[in-house]
């Protein structure tokens, strides 16, 4: 249902709808559309959206509710809301159009995630994850009004941790992106050699993503994975406008032995992170026990190559891999 009071003095618009989906984009890679700086937040009316299921292509997220009223230079954005079955997100924003600033649209997002494997399930990211409790905290910002949002234009700063999981081995090919994010593909490399640790799965005690959104890029400060049997860091970027990974991913079996370590990051003082990967983790680099891969190409087709300590491709015939003709 749809109710509106279009009266001059405060007009305002209610939508209660039982499903509302936003379908995804046309393929290709295009140019945003030019800012509109005639846009005046307080010629925008005041709306309440309550959509009972809200799907993003094709993507279940669950229960949305946003509401958002003009100020003099502002529209607020008092509460935006989703609710799941295993997640739930709470945030606020505001769209500000003045002379100092120009227009500009922010959001502050905070997530719940009482059990990922159920949430990437209900997303249709199935056989990925098993348990894994965690939060997301966003901040991101864009220029133009909220529906002026283009990848091309967002930025920001991100935090993502999952502590207490297990992830499963998957194929080749399934959701390449996501297997890449959550260590699954480099994975598969570690299994041609360590099969009886990962046959069915490996439980990780922490796994993190941090860092900055700058013009559509997706950077990372600090992206780790940690079990008792290994320890897996990666840096790099994802481009979020043109589908696009540039990653390089590191992986040691001894540091995800070192139960100091794993204490030391399962609870972290000031600094803990920081001394792991610049001190320890980069003398474990000139160690044979270290894997190196480079993941680069689109989300959907990219080359995952060994290299060397520093950043240089290994040719075959140097692999550290030890079984004779092993691959991916």
Same mark, same amino acid.
């Given at each position: 249902?749809?109710?509106?009071?279009?009266?001059?003095?405060?007009?305002?618009?209610?939508?209660?709808?039982?499903?509302?989906?936003?379908?995804?984009?046309?393929?290709?890679?295009?140019?945003?559309?030019?800012?509109?700086?005639?846009?005046?937040?307080?010629?925008?009316?005041?709306?309440?959206? $309550?959509?009972?299921?809200?799907?993003?292509?094709?993507?279940?997220? =669950?229960? @949305?509710?946003?509401? %958002? +009223? !003009?100020?003099?230079?502002?529209?607020?954005?008092?509460?935006?809301?989703?609710?799941?079955?295993?997640?739930?997100?709470?945030?606020?924003?505001?769209?500000?159009?003045?002379?100092?600033?120009?227009?500009?649209?922010?959001?502050?997002?905070?997530?719940?995630?009482?059990?990922?494997?159920?949430?990437?399930?209900?997303?249709?990211? $199935?056989?990925?994850?098993?348990?894994?409790?965690?939060?997301?905290? =966003?901040? @991101?910002?864009?220029? %133009? +009004? !909220?529906?002026?949002?283009?990848?091309?234009?967002?930025?920001?700063?991100?935090?993502?941790?999952?502590?207490?999981?297990?992830?499963?081995?998957?194929?080749?090919?399934?959701?390449?992106?996501?297997?890449?994010?959550?260590?699954?593909?480099?994975?598969?490399?570690?299994?041609?050699?360590?099969?009886?640790?990962?046959?069915?799965?490996?439980?990780?005690?922490?796994?993190?993503?941090?860092?900055?959104?700058?013009?559509?890029?997706?950077?990372?400060?600090?992206?780790?994975?940690?079990?008792?049997?290994?320890?897996?860091?990666?840096?790099?970027?994802?481009?979020?406008?043109?589908?696009?990974?540039?990653?390089?991913?590191?992986?040691?079996?001894?540091?995800?032995?070192?139960?100091?370590?794993?204490?030391?990051?399962?609870?972290?003082?000031?600094?803990?992170?920081?001394?792991?990967?610049?001190?320890?983790?980069?003398?474990?680099?000139?160690?044979?026990?270290?894997?190196?891969?480079?993941?680069?190409?689109?989300?959907?087709?990219?080359?995952?190559?060994?290299?060397?300590?520093?950043?240089?491709?290994?040719?075959?015939?140097?692999?550290?891999?030890?079984?004779?003709?092993?691959?991916?």
């Amino acid at each position: 249902t749809i109710k509106a009071k279009p009266r001059a003095a405060d007009p305002r618009y209610d939508l209660n709808l039982a499903y509302f989906h936003l379908v995804e984009a046309p393929k290709g890679i295009a140019p945003p559309d030019p800012i509109n700086s005639d846009l005046r937040p307080a010629d925008y009316p005041s709306v309440s959206l $309550n959509a009972n299921t809200f799907v993003v292509a094709k993507k279940t997220l =669950g229960r @949305l509710l946003v509401e %958002g +009223a !003009p100020a003099v230079d502002n529209w607020n954005i008092s509460k935006v809301s989703l609710d799941n079955t295993d997640i739930s997100t709470t945030g606020s924003g505001q769209w500000v159009n003045d002379a100092e600033s120009g227009s500009n649209s922010s959001l502050t997002l905070l997530t719940t995630i009482d059990e990922a494997g159920g949430v990437l399930d209900e997303m249709q990211f $199935n056989d990925l994850i098993r348990q894994g409790q965690g939060r997301f905290n =966003g901040e @991101l910002r864009w220029i %133009g +009004a !909220p529906h002026e949002f283009d990848f091309a234009r967002l930025n920001g700063e991100f935090d993502l941790q999952v502590n207490d999981g297990e992830l499963i081995r998957v194929e080749s090919g399934a959701g390449r992106l996501i297997g890449l994010l959550n260590f699954n593909s480099i994975l598969r490399r570690l299994t041609l050699d360590f099969r009886d640790v990962f046959s069915s799965g490996l439980k990780f005690d922490k796994m993190q993503y941090t860092g900055i959104i700058a013009e559509g890029k997706a950077i990372m400060r600090e992206a780790f994975m940690l079990s008792p049997a290994v320890f897996v860091q990666m840096e790099g970027n994802i481009d979020l406008h043109r589908e696009e990974i540039d990653m390089e991913i590191h992986a040691s079996p001894e540091l995800g032995g070192n139960l100091a370590l794993l204490s030391a990051i399962a609870n972290p003082t000031a600094g803990a992170v920081v001394f792991l990967t610049q001190r320890i983790f980069k003398d474990q680099m000139r160690s044979n026990s270290l894997l190196s891969y480079r993941a680069l190409g689109t989300w959907k087709d990219f080359e995952l190559a060994e290299i060397d300590s520093d950043g240089q491709p290994v040719s075959k015939k140097s692999s550290k891999n030890k079984p004779s003709g092993a691959g991916e």
